[in-house]
């Protein structure tokens, strides 16, 4: 059963930062591109970043790139998304998710239909 646990969330003040944890069981982790989403209330999901099963390709949402930074760890079977100067529009529930095919690179990783396997989130909360 593929499990996947995001942690790492919290409260911050605007202009601090940080690093969010995804651990991801059940399914051979090496092979799947990976993605981070978040979640505003109400708000649809938005797309944040994903990293190619190899770390060879990230692709970063125009509001975070810069700020923000995706990275893996295929021999601990975990993700991690560093956020950096943090703003109060960050603040949202934030999603790990697996991609539903292997092997693909991080083009049109930004499509939430692509995801088939997501965690319970973890909420950060940026304060002005």
């Known amino acids: 059963q593929v499990q996947l646990v995001e942690s790492g969330g919290g409260l911050v003040q605007a202009g601090g930062s940080l690093r969010l944890s995804c651990a991801a069981s059940g399914r051979t982790f090496s092979r799947f591109a990976m993605g981070w989403f978040r979640q505003a209330p109400g708000k649809e999901r938005e797309f944040i970043a994903a990293?190619?099963?190899?770390?060879?390709?990230?692709y970063y949402a125009d509001s975070v790139k810069g700020r923000f930074s995706i990275s893996r760890d295929n021999d601990k079977n975990t993700v991690k998304l560093q956020m950096n100067s943090l703003k109060a529009d960050d603040t949202a529930v934030y999603y790990c998710?697996?991609?539903?095919?292997?092997?693909?690179?991080?083009?049109?990783?930004?499509?939430?239909?692509?995801?088939?396997?997501w965690g319970q989130g973890t909420q950060v909360t940026v304060s002005s």
């Open positions: 998710a697996f991609d539903r095919v292997a092997w693909r690179s991080v083009v049109g990783a930004d499509n939430v239909p692509r995801y088939g396997s």
């Open positions: 990293i190619s099963y190899d770390s060879a390709s990230t």
